[in-house]
């Protein structure tokens, strides 16, 4: 059964630092999400994608954020300087079309910020 | 943001008995919803949907019922499993929006004992 996969399962950075969350969606999938879970909270949205732009971003997902599809398999979420209130699970999904269509979630990155 | 709400965060019940799960929501433009299972260390996995046209939907032994007049969904799994030991996630999305974004609520540990 075809399945998202993320990489790495873990990265651990120093404040400032930069990091890359790679992911790889389920391949007829159009529509490519993040979000993310901070320890003891909610998943919450970060941003989804469709068609190599932005369609939505929450609050949270400020300008040190930024996403990109550089090839036809990835999808990655940058972090250009990194804050400790980043550290949480990181998860990739995609859903084949947007309404009313279910998100097939990867297994996270957890990203923990020093 | 509250927006959806899961306000027991446990529940234990015994092997062969039914587990019953509880989500509520305040926008009343919510119109798709889904429930997630979460292992620890794992990404969400899909469970099961319901589209606010109808009040319930069933697939094995895990039934979703959608109150939209008290803007209330329940999950039911009958019989429990200890396999379905895990942290369950309703989450919703917006009537007519295409950009597939989702609303969590915070959780319900179930523990499902022998």
């Known amino acids: 059964e075809p399945e998202v996969t993320q990489t790495p399962s873990h990265q651990v950075t120093q404040m400032g630092q930069e990091v890359i969350l790679r992911c790889v969606p389920i391949s007829n999938h159009l529509y490519f999400y993040w979000y993310r879970q901070i320890l003891g909270q909610k998943v919450e949205f970060l941003v989804s994608?469709?068609?190599?732009?932005?369609?939505?971003k929450s609050e949270i997902f400020d300008d040190q954020f930024s996403v990109e599809r550089p090839d036809g398999s990835n999808f990655t979420l940058k972090i250009r300087s990194t804050k400790l209130e980043d550290s949480a699970m990181y998860f990739c999904?995609?859903?084949?079309?947007?309404?009313?269509?279910?998100?097939?979630f990867g297994p996270g990155t957890r990203l923990l910020v020093l | 943001d509250q927006q959806v709400k899961q306000n027991s965060p446990s529940l234990s019940v015994q092997e062969g008995r039914i587990s019953i799960l509880n989500c509520d929501y305040t926008?009343?433009?919510?119109?798709?919803f889904l429930w997630y299972k979460k292992y620890p260390a794992e990404g969400p996995t899909f469970l099961i949907s319901i589209s606010s046209i109808k009040d319930k939907n069933e697939d094995g032994r895990f039934t979703v019922f959608l109150n939209k007049s008290a803007k209330h969904l329940s999950l039911h799994i009958v019989p429990s499993q200890p396999g379905d030991s895990a942290v369950y996630f309703c989450a919703a999305s917006v009537r007519g929006s295409t950009l597939g974004r989702l609303y969590f609520g915070r959780g319900t540990q179930l523990t499902v004992w022998p």
């Open positions: 994608f469709y068609n190599n732009e932005i369609s939505e």
């Open positions: 999904a995609s859903s084949v079309g947007s309404y009313q269509e279910t998100q097939y």
């Open positions: 926008n009343s433009m919510f119109d798709y």
